[in-house]
C-alpha cells in the first residue's frame, strides 16, 4: 500500500493507488509509527501515486498532522494531483496542511 523511503533529515511515505475506508487505518498507522518511532523532525507524505481518497482517507491525514504538532513534528504532502487538490480545497484542509508541489521543492526548505 505505501512504501517508506528514511532519509537523514526526513521520512517520506508514499501511499499508493486510494485511500478509502477499506485502507485508511493502515495509512493512519503506518503514520503514527512514524510519527511516535521516528526520531526525524520532518514526515513528507508523497501523494504523486494516490488516484483517489475519500472522506476516511482525509480522516487519517488530519489525526495524523495533529499527531505531529502535538509531537512537534513538521508534517507535510507533496506532489497532490489536481483532483485530490480540489477536494482539499474544498474542505479547507489546505490551511491546516503544509502543501509543496514535489519531493524537490520540499526538499529546498529544509
Do not use: W
Not at 23 to 49: C, F, G, P, W
Amino acid at each position: 500500500m505505501q512504501t517508506i523511503l528514511e532519509s537523514q533529515q526526513f521520512t517520506i511515505i508514499k501511499p499508493q493507488n486510494s485511500i478509502t475506508a477499506a485502507n485508511a487505518y493502515l495509512l493512519e498507522k503506518k503514520l503514527t509509527t512514524a510519527l511516535r518511532q521516528n526520531s526525524h523532525l520532518n514526515i513528507l507524505v508523497d501523494m504523486q501515486q494516490v488516484e483517489f481518497m475519500d472522506s476516511s482517507g482525509l480522516m487519517a491525514l488530519i489525526s495524523s498532522c495533529k499527531l505531529a504538532q502535538s509531537l512537534q513534528k513538521r508534517f507535510s504532502l507533496c506532489s497532490i494531483s489536481n483532483g485530490l487538490k480540489i477536494i482539499i480545497e474544498l474542505t479547507q484542509l489546505d490551511n491546516a496542511f503544509e502543501i509543496f508541489a514535489s519531493e524537490a521543492a520540499y526538499k529546498e526548505t529544509l
